[in-house]
Nanobody, 125 residues
Framework: QVQLVESGGGLVQPGGSLKLSCATS????????MGWVRQAPGNERELVAL???????FYADSAKGRFTISGENRMNTVYLEMDSLKPEDTAVYYC???????????????????WGQGTQVTVSS
């Protein structure tokens, strides 16, 4: 069974940085976008960033200027570099992968065909 395997979460002080990584356990044919979705306790899921196979990128307003998404290996691997972290960035971060044609950005939750198990990011002093 195909898996998305995340790493890089942890505890960091406000203003610090973390880099999340996600790799697929095998090549997923038809993969057209990868992204990061986060969820904090009591909050709805939020799409943080996504990147398409064609190189289009979307960032949530909360991530613009602080987070950088990148990918490699033709939609097998995706990274999220997070700088200037704030306590409100604390959440479980899920790696996601979409199949099929990608139209306008962002895309809805329902378009994500695969999800990782999630990695905890905690920003606290």
């Amino acid at each position: 069974q195909v898996q998305l395997v995340e790493s890089g979460g942890g505890l960091v002080q406000p203003g610090g940085s973390l880099k999340l990584s996600c790799a697929t356990s095998e090549r997923i044919f038809g993969a057209t976008a990868m992204g990061w979705v986060r969820q904090a306790p009591g909050n709805e899921r939020e799409l943080v960033a996504l990147i398409t196979g064609g190189g289009r990128i979307f960032y949530a307003d909360s991530a613009k200027g602080r987070f950088t998404i990148s990918g490699e290996n033709r939609m097998n691997t995706v990274y999220l570099e997070m700088d200037s972290l704030k306590p409100e960035d604390t959440a479980v971060y899920y790696c996601t992968l979409a199949l099929g044609r990608i139209g306008g950005l962002p895309i809805s939750d329902s378009r994500w065909a695969y999800w990782g198990q999630g990695t905890q990011v905690t920003v606290s002093s």
